[in-house]
Structure formats: structure tokens, C-alpha cells
């Protein structure tokens, strides 16, 4: 059998046969948009927001026929290119022959805009040019109307929303929650990784956005329905998957979704009739092997006694107490004092990733890949 298409995407969203379970979390999304109900989606890099984001689409699509729409605001850095990336998503969900579609264009040519296609992607492009600071305003003003004038709900998930910190109008918040609260038919959902940053943007009393969402914190895929999952993709594709190859895959991998997701693949990739441990163990080499030039990368960017910092934690797995004499004097990193700054520095540049749980705070290595890798290698 097999070679059909690699069933475990490395990144997107296809469809709910290659997408694993989450089916609470669609169920919040969907609870609060009947409810009318904002959404703050935050978790770890890879853990899966945007595969869960399109999945929630297809969930509306499938119920109610609730329009979405999907802004990643990723590679925005002021109020200009945030309203020119919402604009163009916009155009996307409602393309120009359609009713509505005639409609947005008749709307957006108020604004004298500059329009045309990516030649790559042919992607709707926009650009408008603002006399004013205010003109701009009206703009982002004008935009939330139309959607919510379409006379049904229409669902915005904003993606790495910690984004609009970095702009330079310093009221971007304020503004935006001016602009959204009196919304009738839309809803939100605020979905972003720099965790810190999104839990201050949307629940500290000083800020514009304070309690005005719900949280939906994203853990990893409930582990049996990932394996179950996992067994599934490869049966049918008549690959069987031995009981302590599948354990292997979940733990090596940790089940953070993009490294399980990606160890499946390489397995798929590699795999005729059925996966061993030893196929794992190969599958996992190979992995690391191709991720190495992204570790040496790390290095040359950290001092080295960051690298000696991170390499000690990937050894432990998971650290509690990142200044605890114990860890401190094993891997001789000096006082607690260092042991803060430097951890301080990697938390701030994503290289550690902090876990909070009911009980406890706990510190691992971000990239799992990276972590797998110095605890081999060092
Ligand atoms: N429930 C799922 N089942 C199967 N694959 C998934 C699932 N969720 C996410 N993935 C896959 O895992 C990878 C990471 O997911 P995704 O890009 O959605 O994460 P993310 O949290 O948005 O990451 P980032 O913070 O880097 O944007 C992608 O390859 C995606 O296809
Ligand atoms: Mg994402």
C-alpha cells in the first residue's frame, strides 16, 4: 500500500482527517462565539493555535455557515500594515465576484487604494496611502463596520496578536478596543505565543483590553487521542506501529505537536511495513542530523555561558529552580545571580520555555529538537 500523500503536516491546516482531536477547545471557540464571547488564545510556540484556528473555521463553515476570517499580523510593524493585512484578508474570504466581495471593493476604493496581486501567491495586495493619522483611524473604523454590517456573525482570529506591542502609536490598544467593543456581529479571537506579553495585554486593570476576553490556554493533544491518532494515520496506509515505537515517538517528542508531528513524517517517510524502536531511534538521528545547522546557528548567537546554560537544562529535561545551588554547582554556572540574568536572556529570546502548572513553574528548552540534540552531543 502507501504512498499516498504524508499524512502528519509539518504546517497548515488540511482537514479534520489529518487534524488530531482538540475537540474541546472547538467547543469553547464555538460556546463563546454563540455567546458572544472574545477569545485570548495563547500557548507555546508549535503547539498548534493556527492548525486549531482553521480547524475552528471548518467547525463554523460546517454548522452555521458563520464567515471567518484569519489576519496574521506576524510581519506587521505599525497601524498602516495591520489595516493593510486586514484589509487583504478581508478581500480573501469575500473575493470579487462575489455580492459581498463588489461590495468591500466599492467600500476600500473610498480610500483611494493602490490594489493588485502577489505575483507569487496571487493573494490580493493593498496599499493605502493616509493624508492623516485621522484618515487612517476612519479606516480601521470603516473596515470593522462593513464586517459588522453584513448582517450575520463574522468570526476575526487575529494571529501573533503580542504583535501591535511593537508598533510605535503608543494608543494602538486603546484604540483598537474603542473600535471593537461596540461590535454587534463580530467576534474575536486574539490569538498569540509570547505568553507574558498577551496575559499583561489582556488582563492587567491598567490596560485597554483588561477582562474584556476569555482565556483559552492551549495544552498539548491529550496523549491517548494522539496515539490513537498517530496508530490510525499509519494503518491506513498499511503501517503498523509497535506499542513501544509509538511511546518512543510520544515522549522523544514530548508531545509538543510540531515535533511529534514532524518525527511521524520522517517515520511515514521512512517506514514499509511496520515501525520499530530501532526505526525511531534511526528516524530520530536523521531528524537532528537535518536540524543542525539551525543548532550551530543557536550557538554562534548565544555567549557560552548561555550555550553551557542551555546544554545543562537540556541534560536535566525540566528544571524547576533555575538558581538552585544543586543545579547551579553541578553544571557550574557560578552564582545565582548568573543563573538569573542568563536565564532571564533565554526566556527572552525563546530559547527556554517556562511551564506553569497548578502546583508548580518548570523550565525546559524551547526547541525540543535543540534539547534532544545537546543532550546528545554534550
Ligand atoms: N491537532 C493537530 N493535529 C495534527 N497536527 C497538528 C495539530 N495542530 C497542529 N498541528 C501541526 O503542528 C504544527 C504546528 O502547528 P501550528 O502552526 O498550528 O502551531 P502554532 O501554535 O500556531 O505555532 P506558532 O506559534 O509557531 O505560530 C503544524 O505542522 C500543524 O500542521
Ligand atoms: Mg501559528
Not at 281 to 295: Q, S
Request: charged residues 25%.
Amino acid at each position: 500500500m502507501k504512498k499516498k500523500n504524508n499524512p502528519f503536516l509539518l504546517k497548515g491546516y488540511v482537514s479534520r482527517e489529518l487534524f488530531c482531536d482538540r475537540e474541546k477547545e472547538v467547543e469553547q471557540l464555538y460556546t463563546n462565539v454563540l455567546n458572544g464571547i472574545d477569545t485570548t488564545l495563547i500557548s507555546a510556540r508549535r503547539m498548534g493555535k493556527t492548525g486549531l484556528i482553521f480547524r475552528f473555521f471548518d467547525h463554523l463553515r460546517e454548522h452555521d455557515d458563520i464567515k471567518s476570517i484569519y489576519v496574521d499580523i506576524f510581519s506587521s510593524r505599525n497601524l498602516d500594515e495591520f489595516i493593510k493585512l486586514l484589509a487583504e484578508a478581508i478581500l480573501l474570504e469575500f473575493p470579487e465576484k462575489t455580492p459581498l466581495g463588489k461590495q468591500f471593493l466599492e467600500f476600500i476604493k473610498g480610500f483611494r487604494p493602490l490594489m493588485g496581486y502577489d505575483p507569487l501567491s496571487g493573494q490580493p495586495q493593498i496599499q493605502i496611502n493616509y493624508q492623516s493619522a485621522q484618515e487612517k483611524e476612519y479606516t480601521l473604523q470603516g473596515l470593522f463596520s462593513f464586517l459588522d454590517n453584513q448582517g450575520g456573525p463574522v468570526v476575526i482570529a487575529i494571529d501573533e496578536f503580542q504583535q501591535i506591542s511593537d508598533y510605535p502609536e503608543k494608543n494602538i490598544e486603546a484604540l483598537l478596543r474603542t473600535y471593537t467593543q461596540n461590535l454587534k456581529n463580530i467576534r474575536f479571537i486574539f490569538c498569540g505565543s509570547r505568553k507574558a506579553m498577551m496575559i499583561n495585554i489582556f488582563s492587567n486593570v491598567k490596560r485597554p483590553f483588561f477582562s474584556a476576553t476569555q482565556f483559552l490556554l492551549l495544552e498539548k493533544i491529550d496523549t491517548e487521542a494522539y496515539s490513537l491518532f498517530i496508530r490510525n494515520k499509519f494503518a491506513e496506509s498499511g503501517i503498523e506501529i509497535s506499542d513501544e515505537a509509538l511511546t518512543m515517538v510520544l515522549d522523544w517528542s514530548l508531545v509538543h505537536t510540531f515535533y511529534t508531528q514532524s518525527l511521524c513524517n520522517m517515520l511515514y517517510y521512512m517506514a514499509d511495513h511496520t515501525i520499530t524502536i530501532d526505526l525511531v531511534k534511526l528516524a530520530c538521528v536523521e531528524l537532528l542530523k537535518r536540524n543542525e545547522p539551525v543548532f550551530y546557528q543557536y550557538r554562534q548567537l548565544l555567549t557560552s555561558a548561555q550555550w553551557n546554560f542551555l546544554i545543562a537544562i537540556a541534560k536535566e529535561g525540566e528544571v524547576k529552580q533555575l538558581t538552585a545551588q544543586k543545579f547551579i554547582s553541578r553544571y557550574e554556572i557560578g552564582t545565582p545571580a548568573n543563573a538569573r540574568r542568563i536565564s532571564r536572556s533565554l526566556l527572552d529570546k525563546e530559547l527556554l520555555l517556562e511551564i506553569s502548572r497548578k502546583k508548580e513553574t518548570s523550565y525546559r528548552v524551547y526547541d525540543v529538537f535543540l534539547s534532544r540534540w545537546l543532550e546528545n552531543e554534550y
